[in-house]
């Protein structure tokens, strides 16, 4: 029996940000079991997508338009999450989805829960995925002061409603007991063959950094860039280079302060590159940086994207937190101290020198590890073992 499963998310799927990207790999790893897949989705900034998986494409069924339009922010979002449930109730009654996957939607309003009420009252399973646990943290920095009230007050009812929970959570991270019970682990992953091998070009004479990301200041960029004026204080023989890929809210600091610190030489801002052309600057460069300020953020542990997909290309990568997916051992992988000091350049050029010497085929040996165990199907496995599980349950049932 063919089962039907529909995502449901509140990403602009017409956007080029990493989220959207997940997404897609997501409802890709689901059709490669026996289910039929759908998916729910803003595409552009005032429509909505209904969508259907067909031959591993993304297929277009349905767009809808808003019914009125809003000027203020808040309420654009309260009123067109408000239509976005009334679409997708009407949709369930003609399609009729057996398995109900929701990517967190914010804020958490009155007729998203009367939505999940209505699949409760109907025995169906529904799936909440919260992609950074805990929330409220980050919630409180980025969210407005109502939709994080609104998400507070309404979590409670939230958990009530659906079924499990697969969240992107640290080991240690503390839970209530019904988030013990409903709770699924998972970690974000990539999609290796769509991700170019690195070509490593040897140079000698330098070494060059990139960082590929929508600058922010929980990157911690700031601390290479303070790191290069520290190394250049020493008069080194060998010149390293810093290569800025991406726009975002933290670019203007780091240009003012490598203007502040006289390295326009050594520090290279690229604005956003994608394709051949995101390849071409990769390929010229030997380490990428991760998040280097990620305890801004009030975590110490996560899986950021970026992370994986540098393991999938090839090239060793610096990060300052607990990655998930990469343990101690992990030799392409330089953990710097989770804090705001400048980063040490000549430690991390040893260890990069030595690196190469021990692991002269370090970009085969780290795409391999990227095929084995970062792959989206790996990753949500736990979900979709879940759910076959469900299915096997409804059919004995069903054969009594």
């Given at each position: 029996m063919?089962?039907?499963?529909?995502?449901?998310?509140?990403?602009d799927?017409?956007n080029?940000?990493?989220?959207?990207?997940?997404?897609?790999?997501q409802?890709?790893?689901?059709?490669?079991?026996?289910?039929?897949?759908?998916?729910?989705?803003?595409?552009?900034k005032k429509?909505?997508?209904?969508i259907?998986?067909?031959?591993?494409k993304?297929k277009?069924?349905?767009?809808?338009?808003?019914?009125k339009?809003?000027?203020?922010k808040?309420?654009?979002h309260?009123?067109?999450?408000?239509?976005?449930?009334k679409?997708?109730?009407?949709?369930?009654?003609e399609?009729?989805?057996?398995?109900?996957?929701?990517?967190?939607i914010?804020?958490?309003?009155?007729?998203m829960?009367?939505?999940?009420?209505?699949l409760?009252?109907e025995?169906?399973?529904?799936?909440?995925e919260?992609?950074t646990?805990?929330?409220?943290?980050?919630?409180?920095?980025?969210f407005?002061?109502?939709?994080?009230?609104m998400?507070?007050l309404?979590?409670g009812?939230?958990?009530?409603?659906?079924?499990?929970?697969?969240?992107?959570?640290d080991d240690?991270?503390?839970?209530?007991?019904?988030?013990?019970?409903k709770?699924?682990k998972?970690?974000?992953?990539?999609?290796?063959e769509?991700?170019?091998?690195?070509?490593?070009?040897?140079?000698?004479n330098a070494?060059?950094?990139v960082?590929?990301?929508y600058?922010?200041?929980?990157?911690?960029y700031?601390?290479?860039?303070?790191g290069l004026?520290e190394?250049?204080?020493?008069?080194?023989?060998k010149?390293i280079?810093?290569?800025?890929?991406?726009?975002?809210?933290?670019?203007e600091?780091?240009?003012?302060?490598?203007?502040?610190?006289?390295?326009?030489k050594?520090?290279?801002?690229?604005?956003?590159?994608?394709?051949?052309d995101l390849?071409?600057v990769?390929?010229?460069?030997?380490?990428?940086?991760?998040?280097?300020?990620f305890?801004?953020?009030?975590?110490?542990?996560?899986?950021?994207l970026?992370?994986?997909?540098?393991?999938?290309?090839?090239?060793p990568?610096?990060?300052a937190?607990?990655?998930?997916?990469?343990?101690?051992?992990?030799?392409?992988?330089?953990?710097i101290?989770?804090?705001?000091t400048?980063?040490?350049?000549?430690?991390?050029?040893q260890?990069?020198?030595?690196?190469?010497?021990?692991?002269?085929?370090?970009?085969?040996e780290?795409?391999?590890?990227?095929e084995?165990?970062?792959?989206?199907?790996?990753?949500?496995k736990?979900?979709?073992?879940?759910?076959?599980?469900l299915?096997?349950?409804k059919?004995r049932?069903q054969?009594i």
């Amino acid at each position: 029996m063919i089962y039907k499963i529909i995502y449901i998310s509140d990403v602009d799927l017409e956007n080029t940000s990493g989220y959207n990207h997940k997404i897609e790999h997501q409802v890709k790893a689901f059709s490669r079991t026996e289910f039929e897949v759908y998916l729910l989705t803003r595409y552009g900034k005032k429509s909505i997508a209904f969508i259907k998986l067909e031959n591993n494409k993304l297929k277009i069924i349905k767009k809808f338009l808003p019914e009125k339009e809003y000027k203020n922010k808040y309420l654009f979002h309260y009123f067109f999450n408000k239509q976005y449930f009334k679409i997708f109730l009407d949709l369930d009654k003609e399609y009729k989805f057996d398995y109900y996957y929701i990517r967190r939607i914010i804020p958490v309003t009155p007729a998203m829960l009367k939505a999940l009420k209505k699949l409760r009252e109907e025995n169906k399973i529904i799936f909440y995925e919260i992609p950074t646990f805990p929330w409220k943290e980050e919630a409180k920095r980025y969210f407005n002061k109502i939709s994080y009230c609104m998400d507070v007050l309404s979590y409670g009812k939230l958990l009530q409603l659906v079924d499990y929970v697969p969240a992107i959570c640290d080991d240690n991270a503390t839970l209530s007991k019904i988030e013990k019970k409903k709770f699924i682990k998972i970690s974000n992953g990539i999609s290796a063959e769509n991700i170019k091998l690195k070509s490593n070009k040897k140079n000698d004479n330098a070494i060059n950094f990139v960082s590929v990301a929508y600058t922010a200041k929980w990157h911690g960029y700031d601390r290479i860039i303070k790191g290069l004026y520290e190394y250049y204080k020493t008069n080194p023989e060998k010149e390293i280079y810093y290569h800025c890929v991406g726009e975002g809210s933290d670019l203007e600091n780091l240009k003012s302060l490598v203007r502040e610190l006289n390295l326009e030489k050594y520090v290279i801002f690229h604005g956003t590159k994608t394709g051949e052309d995101l390849d071409k600057v990769v390929d010229e460069c030997d380490i990428a940086l991760g998040s280097l300020g990620f305890h801004r953020t009030g975590f110490t542990g996560g899986s950021p994207l970026k992370a994986r997909e540098y393991c999938a290309r090839g090239i060793p990568f610096v990060i300052a937190y607990e990655d998930w997916d990469f343990s101690d051992t992990f030799p392409f992988v330089y953990r710097i101290p989770k804090d705001d000091t400048p980063v040490n350049v000549s430690q991390v050029i040893q260890w990069y020198e030595n690196l190469i010497k021990e692991h002269p085929n370090y970009s085969m040996e780290m795409r391999r590890y990227a095929e084995e165990n970062l792959s989206w199907d790996a990753k949500m496995k736990p979900v979709i073992e879940k759910i076959k599980e469900l299915a096997k349950e409804k059919e004995r049932k069903q054969n009594i």
